[in-house]
């Protein structure tokens, strides 16, 4: 059973701190993913990484930055919180090849006050 | 890049009815088509998948079929229940690559 964890649930931070987000998965998936979800807009990607050390902009990189320095663990970095941050934040994985199905974590919700 | 469109946004069905969500893609170079449903507090999970050499595809009270042509696809379920209220999201990924492009998502409520 494919399992995706987030390192919490809830977060809450101040403006202008640095927040790291983490992600870890136990199927030895090559591709991972970190979306935002918001009302009305879906699920856009960040960042993802096809292998470890690697990282692709997504279509909302911007404010964010990402680390993979291990296979089954992939960091998302807000360098600087801001307001415009607080969203829902699912990291995803899947296996390299044909595409196929992404299996998500359970989220965190951050907060930026 | 690849543009997503999920209609409708809200749709509220009575139990036993059928629902239908439909989304069309941009990009022709795509292939994989999965649907995902979120229930209230609960993390996306794949429901059913279509790819580009099938039109039609059936689980159960689910089904996706795909216009290649016409570039759009369609989740069916049919005898709604109360435990199909959430949000299903569409997407579309192309061969090369493992990109997902998310609709914007279908709030489904099932009325008992």
């Known amino acids: 059973d494919v399992k995706v964890t987030q390192s919490s649930r809830y977060l809450v931070k101040r403006t202008g701190e640095k927040v790291f987000l983490e992600c870890v998965q136990d199927?030895?998936?090559?591709?991972m993913f970190w979306y935002r979800q918001d009302p009305g807009l879906g699920l856009r990607l960040i960042y993802f990484s096809y292998d470890v050390k690697m990282k692709e902009k997504g279509d909302i990189p911007e404010g964010y930055s990402v680390s993979r320095e291990k296979k089954e663990r992939f960091s998302l970095i807000l360098e600087s919180a801001s307001t415009n941050q607080t969203s829902m934040y699912l990291c995803?994985?899947?296996?390299?090849?044909?595409?196929?199905?992404?299996?998500f974590g359970p989220g965190t919700r951050l907060t930026v006050t | 890049g690849e543009n997503v469109e999920q209609h409708p946004s809200t749709l509220s069905v009575q139990e036993g009815d059928s629902a239908v969500i439909k989304c069309t893609y941009s990009d022709s170079a795509s292939n994989y088509f999965p649907w995902y449903k979120q229930e209230l507090g609960k993390r996306p999970q794949l429901i059913i998948d279509?790819?580009?050499?099938?039109g039609e595809k059936k689980d159960q009270r689910i089904a996706v079929t795909l216009n290649k042509t016409a570039k759009h696809f369609s989740l069916h379920i049919t005898e709604t229940q109360p435990e199909d209220s959430a949000v299903y999201f569409c997407?579309?990924?192309?061969?090369?690559?493992?990109?997902?492009?998310f609709g914007t998502g279908t709030s489904l409520t099932v009325i008992p």
């Open positions: 199927m030895d998936h090559e591709n």
């Open positions: 997407a579309a990924s192309r061969a090369t690559g493992n990109q997902f492009y």
């Open positions: 279509i790819r580009s050499n099938v």
């Open positions: 995803a994985s899947s296996f390299q090849g044909a595409p196929g199905e992404q299996y």
